[in-house]
């Protein structure tokens, strides 16, 4: 239930109600019990996370997970390729010169 922030139009009195949402709004003040009572238009509140183990990452959305995975996978397989293509450029080690034959 949210709390509504309440100021009276006579004497200037203000305060907050802890209310439901469907409740009536008050119309009288508390103080002068004059009908001049506004409701009016507050920030509101964001949910708060109190303790440990609560972080953003957690809840992320499926589209960004997924995407996330295909961006893993692309640059897995561009390492990948980069590593085979390493490897080709670089002469055998193990490959032996042929010796060129003497011509007399």
């Not at 139009?9 to 019990?33: I, Y």
């Not at 509101?44 to 499926?62: A, H, L, M």
């Not at 995407?67 to 450029?89: I, Y």
């Amino acid at each position: 239930m949210p709390t509504y922030d309440y100021l009276c139009g006579n004497c200037g009195h203000k305060f907050e109600q802890f209310q439901s949402m469907t409740a009536k709004l008050l119309r009288k003040c508390p103080e002068c019990k004059k009908m001049q009572l506004k409701r009016l238009i507050g920030a509101g509140s964001g949910v708060i996370f109190k303790g440990s183990g609560f972080y953003e990452t957690d809840y992320r959305s499926k589209d960004y997970k997924d995407a996330q995975k295909k961006e893993k996978e692309k640059r897995e397989k561009k390492d990948t390729k980069a590593k085979d293509e390493t490897k080709k450029s670089k002469p055998d080690k193990k490959a032996k010169s042929t010796p060129k034959p003497n011509s007399k």
